[in-house]
């Protein structure tokens, strides 16, 4: 009954370390996503992928990488991380059904702060 | 493209009052529509949406919207708001062949005892 795991919770990072953040889907979806959600900006999509294998950029992917490890697995990376990188960070994932597109379903999230 | 517009930022209602949550939305193919709360904290679930299938959609927690093609709107209403409801509001939009979420700024609803 796990759905989508994000670890870790809770991060605090320094300006210019790396980190990355892990997420995994146990329902066999082969769509997955990251997003960052702000104040008064709702959530905004970093990067998606569609399918093991394939990974295309969102609104805001300028400062992150992204790896679909496998079906189940999903990273998002920060390289060199900055403070407009302070955010809580969601994972998703989702599947077509007979064409229809199914709700996504959220991990927990990630809060992360850069000092 | 599509996008969805959130009208109001913070919305408080009295505990046994009705609650609208308005959510207005463009797309350029048929939509999907969703709407999702968040409690503090947590993660983002799904309370009801819609796939074009009945255009009055009802979703968990007594909460219901109505798809309105004329209006562009997917307002989320429930008849009697309880102190539980206390949350902030997501509608969000998603396009056929394109499974990618387009999210609204949200909507904090407030009960007041």
């Known amino acids: 009954n796990a759905g989508v795991t994000q670890t870790p919770k809770f991060q605090v990072l320094k300006t210019g370390q790396s980190m990355t953040l892990q997420c995994a889907q146990d329902m066999n979806h082969n769509s997955m996503y990251w997003y960052r959600q702000d104040p008064g900006m709702g959530l905004r999509l970093i990067y998606y992928?569609?399918?093991?294998?394939?990974?295309d950029k969102g609104e805001v992917p300028n400062g992150y990488n992204v790896s679909r490890l496998n079906k189940r697995e999903f990273s998002l990376r920060l390289e060199s991380a900055a403070p407009s990188q302070t955010s809580v960070y969601f994972c998703?994932?989702?599947?077509?059904?007979?064409?229809?597109?199914?709700?996504?379903?959220f991990g927990d999230g990630t809060r992360l702060s850069i000092l | 493209a599509q996008s969805v517009t959130q009208l109001g930022s913070h919305v408080s209602v009295s505990e046994g009052a009705l609650v609208l949550l308005r959510c207005n939305y463009s797309s350029s193919v048929p939509p999907y529509l969703f709407w999702y709360v968040q409690y503090p904290n947590q993660g983002l679930q799904l309370l009801l949406k819609y796939t074009s299938a009945a255009t009055l959609v009802k979703g968990i927690n007594g909460f219901e919207a109505e798809f309105k093609k004329s209006e562009t709107s997917f307002h989320l209403t429930k008849p009697s708001a309880h102190m539980s409801d206390a949350a902030e509001y997501f509608c969000a939009v998603s396009g056929f062949g394109n499974e990618k979420l387009t999210f609204g700024t949200g909507t904090r609803l407030t009960i007041i005892p």
């Open positions: 992928s569609a399918s093991e294998g394939t990974t």
């Open positions: 998703a994932s989702s599947e077509v059904l007979s064409g229809i597109n199914q709700p996504q379903h």
